[in-house]
């Protein structure tokens, strides 16, 4: 496993913008992905973005349109920028990597700790 480190979060009012960064983020298999999830007290734990090492990404209704996902490979960093956030997006957010099976069924085993967003209406 990868050490992550998540920084970037936040407060922002509605309909500002965060970005994320997850540094130690990388591939270590064809057959791995990179993701951002997120979880607000209470509730359950969410998928938010995933990225193959193709580049191909995937996105929760919740959110798509609105943030992207990108992995710089060079810096070993992955980010998701986030655009018009609303208070429902107010969360913890992870990074986490894994094979694409296991991000696809939010049970990744190498998790960052976690960075803040609170977004206010």
């Known amino acids: 496993q990868v050490q992550l480190v998540e920084s970037g979060g936040g407060s922002v009012q509605s309909g500002g913008s965060l970005r994320l960064s997850c540094a130690g983020s990388?591939?270590?298999?064809?057959?791995?992905?990179l993701g951002w999830f997120r979880q607000a007290p209470g509730k359950e734990r969410e998928g938010v973005a995933s990225i193959d090492s193709d580049g191909t990404t995937s996105y929760a209704d919740s959110v798509k349109g609105r943030v992207a996902i990108s992995q710089d490979n060079a810096k070993n960093t992955l980010y998701l920028q986030m655009n018009s956030l609303k208070p429902e997006d107010t969360a913890m957010y992870y990074c986490a990597s894994d094979t694409c099976v296991a991000i696809t069924n939010m049970t990744p085993g190498n998790w960052g700790q976690g960075t803040q967003v609170t977004v206010s209406s």
């Open positions: 990388r591939y270590t298999a064809s057959s791995d992905c």
